[in-house]
Each structure stands twice: as C-alpha cells, then as structure tokens.
C-alpha cells in the first residue's frame, strides 16, 4: 500500500476521532497558565524564573467548560543519543569523531554544552532508564523495578513527563506526542507517562516499536481468525500478557485508530516477519521518518541505544553503535527540512542517556554502571527556532536541565521538575 498523501500539521489533530471522543469527556484548559503558541518571541504567557516554586492550589484540576489551546509553537524532537556514550568518541576532537554529523554540521547550527553532567548523588544512577526519565522529567530520582525484579527497569516517573506538560497545556492528540523504542528495552515502552496525580494516563504519549507492532497484528490475527484455529488461545493468551505488562494502561486497550493504520501500512510495506524491516536503531530512524510523514507528531523522543551492544565486549559495537546513531540524525534532519511544515519550526535537542567509564583493566571495555567521573559526563545540543547558532557553552549544566529547556521553546511550564531553570544560553 502507498504512503497516504501527507496531512498537515493541524489537520492530523482535527482528524484524530479518539482526540474529540477525549474532549467530549475532558475540558483541560488551564486558564492563565496557557501559553500561547509561537516560538520564543511570541509566547504568550510567563515562565517560571530562576529558583520559582510552583505556586499551585492542591486541588489544581482541568476547569470544567475550558477547552485546551491549539498548539502553535515549534515541533521538536528528543534525541536520546544513547546506549551511553563518553565525550572522547563523539564531541572531543574533531579529528576522531565517531559522530562526524553532529560535530561538524549540527553544532555549528545550534548551541553545544560541552559539560552537561548527570549528577553524583546517593540513589542516582547513570544508566539508560534512568537517564532517559532524567531528561524526559527534569528531575533526579531514585528507581526501583515497579516488581522488584532483580536487574529489572521497568520504572515509573513521580513527576511529569514533558509530554504531559505539552497535552495538559496544549490541544495535543496522543498520537502527535511519541517515544519511539528499540526493541530489546521493553521497560521503556512505559515512561509515557508518570504517576503524578494532576496528570498521568489521560496526557500520555505513545510508543512506536516492535513491541506495537507485535500486538497490533497479534489483535489483527485475533480479529480475523475463523474458528478455533490452531494456536488462537496462545495468541490471545500472549495478547493479553503483552498488553498487561503496565496495569495503569490495561483498560486502555488497542491503539488509536491513526495508530492502527500506521501499522497497518507498516504490515503492507515491511511484511509480518521482522525479517525484511530494518533493526536496532535503524529501526527507530525509520519508525521517525514514517511518523513525521504519517502521524505528524508535535513532540517526539527518538530512544537510541546501539552503542550498549559494547556488553558483549567488543569496543567496536560502542563506536559502530555512535556512527549509526549519527546517520540517522542525519537521516530525521533531513526528513524535517524536506517537509515545508517541519522546515524550521522544529527544535532538536540530542542529549546522551548516559556517559560511559574509562577504565582500561576491565574485561569489557567502556561500562556505565560502576558510577565513575566519565559515565556522569555527557554533553547536550538544540538547535532549531529561537536557539542561538554557533555557541559552544563551557560551563558545568545537568542533565534535568534538558526537560525545562525544552518546554521553554515550545511554550510551557516544568513545575514539577527538580530543575527550575531553562538553560539561557539555549534561547535567543
């Protein structure tokens, strides 16, 4: 089947019936603390200054009779440049650069902070899931397997995600606010949302993964079976299973309904095996590339994560994992600027999950989880509308420092987060 004609912008959110089925049961206007849309300049409202509590009343709901503002300001995409990754193979010398893309043609568009650490702390850990809530929150937290597993990640953030702060402000539809997630990371398919009680389910985002794409067909075989096939207990069986992995979102049931037919032309295009679509993270750079064109999100997190393959024990899994991930950056900036309503009025921000260490003795080169200097030491870069170009910031910044900045370039407020403060050098 053929790529559907392209929709605009606005159109993919007043098509969206799961949207107006929502609103019909949901007002979420948010009086003054709207910000209007637009870049920088033109948002409407004021953000929290440095140091600023959230000054909110404890019964702080969705006013009833309020509708959410459109959405006007800046797309922007997540990048998690991940699987942890040291400064040395990516942004230290411009001679040994695994990253060459983002080196020497992104920086140059956009601000660099070169000392973004993660924060040395008791409970803090420098790993992926953790990492990723990190930026994806705006604050540090201790995590623990919501089972108890050992070596188990499958977290739960306390405070919002960003893509709740975007859907409670904003007229966002789920599927416009996505995480897109390799495959052999199962516990991240549930950081869509937090627990946080002014928020969670309702401004979730969504996943595009392998792991959807399993239970879309496994729900298509189901549907279109006759009989008692053979197997159809099973499949009903691992359905259920699947899809009951987070109890917070087991009465949801299927996807929407433009997510259902984005994998349905996935299914046309790539087959039902696995066998003929790419893997790793050249997936998630073609799950992108197809939502940009399909889904049209407003916010996206791409959860890169070759480079963890060095477990295996071979430095060039590390480094061919960067060189992979830098194609594809290529491959997403690309996509945008081809797009006349992408084409600059989206903000990137590439952020790593985690740094990696540096100790030469160990059987496997380049671990992240024994907390030494350089598994706390990443870098951050956004560019984009109202970000300055050509600035490279040498000043020590956080990693949570990411999510406010973030919702200042696309207009709203982080009160939850544990960094009050956008960062200023990455706004004009």
């Not at 953000?47 to 459109?70: I, Y």
């Not at 290529?330 to 952020?351: K, M, P």
């Not at 030494?372 to 050509?390: D, M, N, T, Y």
Request: glycine share 10%.
């Amino acid at each position: 089947m053929d790529s559907p004609v392209t929709p605009s912008l606005d159109a993919a959110s007043r098509t969206d019936p799961a949207r107006r089925r929502f609103l019909k049961g949901l007002a979420a206007g948010l009086g003054s603390a709207s910000l209007g849309g637009g870049v920088l300049a033109e948002l409407a409202g004021p953000l929290l200054g440095p140091g600023s509590a959230p000054e909110l009343p404890p019964d702080f709901e969705p006013e009833k009779g309020k509708v959410r503002r459109p959405y006007r300001g800046p797309c922007a995409i997540l990048v998690r440049f991940g699987g942890g990754v040291r400064r040395r193979e990516t942004i230290q010398d411009p001679q040994k650069t695994y990253s060459p893309y983002l080196l020497h043609e992104l920086t140059p568009r956009g601000t660099l902070f070169t000392r973004m650490e993660i924060v040395t702390r008791e409970g803090v850990v420098t790993s992926h899931g953790e990492g990723t809530l990190n930026i994806l929150t705006g604050k540090y937290d201790r995590y623990e397997d919501v089972s108890h597993k050992l070596f188990g990640e499958r977290f739960e953030a306390k405070v919002p995600t960003v893509f709740e702060y975007l859907r409670r402000e904003y007229d966002v539809p789920e599927h416009q606010t996505l995480i897109i997630n390799g495959e052999d990371r199962i516990g991240e398919e549930f950081y869509t949302f937090s627990n946080h009680h002014l928020f969670g389910v309702q401004y979730r985002s969504n996943v595009l993964s392998l792991y959807r794409f399993k239970t879309y067909l496994l729900r298509r075989q189901i549907r279109e079976a006759k009989g008692p096939e053979e197997g159809l207990e099973e499949k009903r069986r691992k359905l259920h299973e699947m899809e009951n992995q987070d109890p917070r979102v087991a009465q949801c049931g299927s996807q929407s309904p433009p997510m259902e037919a984005f994998w349905e032309r996935w299914r046309d295009h790539y087959g039902e095996t696995g066998l003929v679509n790419p893997r790793g993270d050249e997936l998630l750079t073609e799950l992108a590339v197809r939502a940009l064109r399909e889904l049209r999100p407003r916010l996206v997190m791409v959860n890169y994560n070759d480079c963890d393959y060095v477990h295996w024990g071979n430095l060039y899994h590390y480094t061919r994992g960067i060189s992979i991930m830098d194609r594809g950056l290529q491959r997403l900036v690309e996509a945008v600027e081809s797009d006349e309503e992408y084409r600059g009025r989206t903000v990137f921000a590439i952020v790593p999950d985690c740094g990696r260490d540096d100790n030469r003795c160990m059987a496997v080169p380049c671990q992240h989880h024994f907390g030494s200097k350089s598994s706390h030491e990443i870098f951050a870069l956004f560019f984009g509308p109202g970000v300055p170009r050509g600035r490279n910031i040498d000043r020590t910044v956080q990693q949570i420092d990411a999510a406010p900045t973030v919702g200042r370039l696309m207009g709203f407020n982080t009160p939850w987060a544990e960094s009050k403060t956008p960062l200023p050098e990455a706004s004009a």
